[in-house]
């Protein structure tokens, strides 16, 4: 080695070496950054379909609201809409007093099913006068499930939020109460 002046020494020892990450510590926190998405993801839209399905819920309870109060006032059902919602549909016209915004979508893009009146067929559900309703959301898949009402068992459709397909399970409400919904906690 050759001898360095003072000078140089001073200006050598002032510029230390700048240490970065080796690859091994890089590849380290890659991989424990992909653990903890993977972790993540499934939590993160879990949440997000809770919130869905308690918004749709909270929606449903505003028709049956709705459709309760048009009884209560005139005595009388409003228009049958036999069905899927749209914005076309006279029940729509009549029930605007009782709602402040019109929502004939759930929350997963997928139109409502209202039934009002009698002889009303769906989920076995038999209905006795003009004034019954049933309100109903197929879920996460749009596509309704097969459950059947059992009056003798009438907590038979409450589920427990386990998997991601119970998201898929319909929500029904019948006369302005949930037969069909995941069990409160």
């Known amino acids: 080695m050759y001898p360095f002046n003072k000078k140089e020494k001073s200006i050598r020892k002032k510029t230390k070496r700048i ?4 690859v091994g510590e890089l590849l380290l926190s890659l991989v424990l950054l992909g653990i903890l998405i993977a972790l993540l993801i499934p ?40 069905g899927v919602m749209h914005y076309k549909k006279p029940i729509l016209k ?20 209202i039934w009002i009146g009698k002889d009303i067929s769906q989920y076995e559900i038999t209905t006795t ?9 197929f879920g996460k898949d749009g596509i309704m499930d097969g459950w059947k009402y059992d ?7 409450f589920f427990n939020l386990k998997e991601l397909e119970d998201f898929e399970k319909d ?15």
């Open 43 to 82: 939590l993160f839209i879990t949440a997000r379909e809770r919130a869905t399905l308690k918004s749709t819920m909270a929606d449903m309870k505003i028709w049956g609201e709705a459709i309760t109060c048009y009884i209560s006032d005139y005595s009388v059902a409003p228009t049958n809409p036999r």
């Open 151 to 157: 009056p003798k068992s009438p907590n038979s459709g």
């Open 171 to 185: 929500l029904v409400m019948w006369n302005n109460k949930f037969i069909r919904c995941p069990k409160s906690k």
């Open 129 to 137: 006068n003009d004034k019954e309703f049933i309100i109903a959301s």
């Open 19 to 22: 240490k970065g990450f080796t």
């Open 94 to 113: 009549e029930l605007s007093p009782y709602l402040n915004a019109i929502q004939v979508f759930d929350w997963w893009g997928y139109p409502f099913r």
